[in-house]
Structures are given as structure tokens and as C-alpha cells.
């Protein structure tokens, strides 16, 4: 399995994910079609290679152009049922549509989907955990407060993408008003730095190979932060962590099939 990202942050959202029999899931699409057709191209894919849209939550800077690729591509998409009913239910043509529960898992082509209900100021907001062949790629982003089930949920990736969104001081001493501040900050906002890294300490890191650190605020913190921050719980170099930029993403990343023996037996993960 291989990931990667159109981009990150307040202007825009998008991540690849791609199963090893080629199914190519596009989780979240927050820019406008034609953007997002182009930075598709970066990566050598068209709408036609996209098996499925799957969306987090109803927030323009994840929705706002999966309706119009989905429908130009004819594209299925997969959403909350509140999701749905916040933000495409005007837009998307209801034969592209599957219904997911936030409790429920399920596939598209050989990727497995875990949905994992989080604290957001959205309808019914999901984040994933995706697995293939064995090996699990966690993707959690805009979630105010962490939850026991999330960390149930995120144990022993081999990939994960976890949002830094702000620095508390650079929050507080910003151009924001007082509400915004109140609502970035608050148990339905976005992570900071410090509870990226709590939520990375609750978590068996073991299997870990990946770690990037996404949905960072330009004007609230600066990548040099979020990585000190995580980097102090793995204690991962600084070359093994990286940041999905607002301007580009990040290119494929692989998963390695590992195998370890025991005894006689041969494990692979």
C-alpha cells in the first residue's frame, strides 16, 4: 500500500490512498476541480484512476470539489449520512452515493475502512483507518480533543498522518477574533502540537515507518514545531518525519511488506 497528499491545511485538503492491486481511494477533495485534476496530474493520475471519494466531513476545505469530480468522473463516493445531508446532498448525483456508518467497517475494492467517529464541529464527521494486505495506514485530522476509541483505534499503524494544526502561544497571540480562537482551541477544533504528541504516546508506535504530520496552520505554527513535538515521543530523526504542505502535499510514500520470523514460522505485517 502507498499514500500520498494534493495537500494539506485551511485551503485545501486531499489524500491517496492505493491498495498494492491498484484501487486509488481519494479521502476528501478541498479544491476546486480544475485544482484538483492538476495536482491529480503531479502524481500521474486522471479521474479515471480514482476508484472511490471518501469524505471526512462537510467542511469546504475537505467537500468543496468532490461533488463536481464525482460527478464529471462518475466517481462513487462514500460519506456519513450527516455528511450527505450537510453538504452534497444538493450537488452530487444520488446514484454515486453509498451511505457509511460511522461504526461500521467496510471495503472498497481490496482496501479494508475503518471509520472512526471523532469530535469536530461538523454533522457526522469520520476519520479512517485503511488497511491492505496486512499493512495499516491511520489518517486523523481535524479533531478537537482525543477519545479512548480513537486511540483504540489508531494502534499499530505502519503509516500515520496526524494532525498539528496550531501552536497554543502562536493561536493565542494571532490577528484571530476571540471565537475563532475559542474554536480552534476548543474539543471540537483541531489538534495542537502538544496533543498530536499526547495522542502519539498513547499509541504502539512498533510497526511505525511513517509519520506525517498534517492540516498545519500557516499562520498558527510553523512545521519546525510540530516535528519537535512528535519527534520528542518516537524519537524518530528529523528526516522521518514529514509534513504534508498546504501548497503541494507530498508524493507517494510506500509501505514496506516486513517480514519477521518466529521460531519456524514466518510473520509478515
Known amino acids: 500500500m502507498k499514500f500520498a497528499s494534493i495537500g494539506s491545511g485551511s485551503e485545501g485538503n486531499g489524500t491517496l490512498i492505493c491498495s498494492g492491486d491498484g484501487d486509488v481511494v481519494l479521502l476528501d477533495c478541498g479544491f476546486s476541480g480544475r485544482e484538483a485534476v492538476k495536482r ?5 493520475l486522471g479521474l479515471e484512476d480514482i476508484s472511490a471519494i471518501l469524505v471526512t466531513h462537510e467542511h469546504s476545505d475537505h467537500v468543496k ?11 462513487p463516493v462514500y460519506c456519513t449520512w450527516g455528511t450527505w445531508a450537510a453538504k452534497l446532498h444538493t450537488v452530487l448525483d444520488e446514484s454515486l452515493l453509498t451511505v457509511i456508518s460511522p461504526h461500521q467497517r467496510f471495503s472498497i475494492g481490496n482496501i479494508l475502512v475503518q471509520p472512526v467517529p471523532v469530535p469536530h464541529d461538523a454533522r457526522e464527521p469520520c476519520q ?3 488497511e491492505s494486505s496486512g499493512q495499516r495506514l491511520g489518517i486523523l485530522t481535524d479533531v478537537g480533543s482525543i477519545t479512548p476509541h480513537m486511540v483504540e483505534q489508531y494502534q499499530r499503524c505502519d503509516a500515520l498522518m496526524l494532525e498539528c494544526n496550531h501552536d497554543l502561544n502562536m493561536l493565542a497571540e494571532s490577528a484571530y477574533p476571540p471565537s475563532l480562537k475559542r474554536r480552534v482551541a476548543g474539543p471540537l477544533g483541531h489538534l495542537n502540537n502538544q496533543q498530536a504528541a499526547e495522542m502519539l504516546g498513547q499509541l504502539d508506535c512498533s510497526r511505525l515507518q511513517h509519520l506525517v504530520a498534517t492540516h498545519i496552520s500557516q499562520k498558527n505554527n510553523h512545521p519546525e514545531l510540530a516535528m ?13 518525519i514529514r509534513i504534508a504542505k498546504q501548497c503541494s502535499g507530498f508524493a507517494w510514500l510506500e509501505i514496506e511488506v516486513r517480514t519477521v520470523a518466529c521460531g519456524k514460522q514466518t510473520i509478515t505485517n
Open 128 to 130: 479512517f483507518v485503511f
Open 40 to 44: 491529480l496530474a503531479t502524481l500521474n
Open 228 to 240: 519537535q513535538a512528535l519527534r520528542g515521543v518516537v524519537g524518530f530523526s528529523p528526516d522521518r
Open 65 to 75: 470539489g468532490v461533488a463536481l469530480l464525482a460527478n464529471k468522473g462518475r466517481i
